[in-house]
């Protein structure tokens, strides 16, 4: 069959544009184009410049919230949270201690009374604990160390730290001289608080000046004692802070760490006499000057878990007359005020000052002492 030259003319040119486009080395396959990797601009096939594809901005991760540590135990025996059990041999600096029994109450009472007729009964609202201890000397020297009942103290959940009482202990008393290696044992007396739990013996070596020094024993089984948490919320008040404004009468001054109250108030002859009851060997007064005694009471509320003192030279007494006096040497009525307090611990007790003779508006200046500022000073009235 005769084909015409123009059905032949398409296929020539489908041929002709077949051949060019091998030419130019394109391709039938449709292949992805590689990303752009490049800052710079580049020309795309239509001759069209575009802009460079910029990596994604990184995104903030929250830092996690750290949590609070953990509480954890204090070392063993160190602390009155966590004391040592009463079975344990206690290895503290220069000694071994172990106590080896203890008697508390009427029994106790009656092995002192026994062992001296004039020991005189526990105060009232206290009872006798007698603890039995053997002690070695660890000293690394050649010298020879005393270790007696004035290297022991008590405590328990009435917050008080309780000393060696004024008794002849049972035999064998604790009071020995020893040289490195040396052993003793004995009786050491202390009056605690009737029914008073959490008792515990503090290892307090008399003549050791060392913060490390204290060891803590369990008496009582599960004996544990720690500052309340409530003592942080009290806050000091201005009560008291001016000399020409005093706290009033039978009022609590309130500072960083004491809230301090005066009971009551005897002056003039009624303190003398009180002097004289409480020791035949108590001094007059000076020419010019009178005695008066009054009766506190004090709570420590300071938060360190360590105990302070309290004491009659915490106080001075001024008036009228502006002059602040020296305070009398003289023994003070029971209860004389003098304690060891923990956190929370309070006590009350009697002490003797001096005035001038008719002196008015006599005021108690407290100021504890060894403090290096005066945010706990307070004024305190004495009069009505």
């Known amino acids: 069959m005769n084909t015409s030259r123009k059905s032949i003319i398409p296929f020539l040119l489908l041929a ?5 486009s091998l030419a130019c080395g394109s391709t039938t396959t449709d292949t992805p184009a590689a990303p752009e990797t490049t800052e710079e601009a580049e020309v795309s096939a239509a001759g069209e410049q575009t802009e460079p594809t910029n990596p994604p901005e990184p995104t903030n991760t929250p830092e996690p919230t750290p949590l609070p ?21 206690v290895t503290a600096p220069n000694w071994d201690i172990q106590v ?8 106790a009472w009656q092995a002192i009374l026994s062992t001296n007729q004039f020991n005189e009964p526990a105060p009232e609202g206290m009872e006798y604990l007698l603890v039995k201890i053997h002690a070695k000397c ?3 020297d050649s010298e020879e160390h005393s270790i007696s009942g004035a290297d022991f103290k008590v405590t328990g959940d009435r917050l008080i730290v309780y000393t060696q009482s004024y008794v002849v202990d049972p035999e064998p008393s604790l009071d020995a001289q020893l040289y490195a290696e040396g052993e003793a044992e004995g009786w050491v007396s202390f009056a605690v608080g009737q029914g008073e739990g959490n008792l515990m013996l503090i290892v307090d070596e008399l003549m050791n000046w060392d913060d490390d020094r204290y060891r803590f024993i369990a008496l009582d089984e599960g004996a544990s004692i ?15 802070e001016d000399r020409g404004s005093p706290a009033p009468l039978g009022e609590t001054i309130i500072t960083e760490n004491w809230k301090v109250t005066i009971l009551e108030v005897v002056r003039g002859e009624g303190a003398w006499a009180m002097a004289q009851e409480a020791n035949m060997f108590n001094e007059a007064p000076a020419e010019g000057m009178e005695y008066v005694a009054f009766k506190v009471h004090v709570q420590y509320i300071g938060t360190d878990d360590k105990a302070e003192n309290i004491s009659r030279i915490f106080f001075n007494t001024t008036g009228s007359a502006n002059v602040v006096y020296e305070d009398p040497f003289l023994v003070a009525p029971e209860p004389g005020l003098d304690a060891y ?12 000052l001096q005035v001038a003779i008719d002196e008015t508006n006599i005021m108690v200046i407290f100021e504890p002492i060894f403090a290096f500022t005066d945010a706990d000073k307070r004024f305190m009235s004495l009069e009505p």
């Open 16 to 20: 002709l544009v077949f051949l060019i």
């Open 69 to 89: 540590p953990t509480p954890t135990a204090s070392p063993i025996g160190l602390s009155r949270s966590n004391p040592f059990p009463i079975t344990e041999l």
């Open 100 to 107: 080896l029994e203890t008697v508390r109450g009427d029994a």
């Open 138 to 140: 660890t000293y690394a």
């Open 226 to 240: 720690s500052v309340a948490q409530d003592l942080a919320g009290i806050t000091a008040t201005d009560l008291g």
């Open 341 to 352: 307090l923990y956190p929370g611990g309070e006590t009350e007790g009697w002490a003797i």
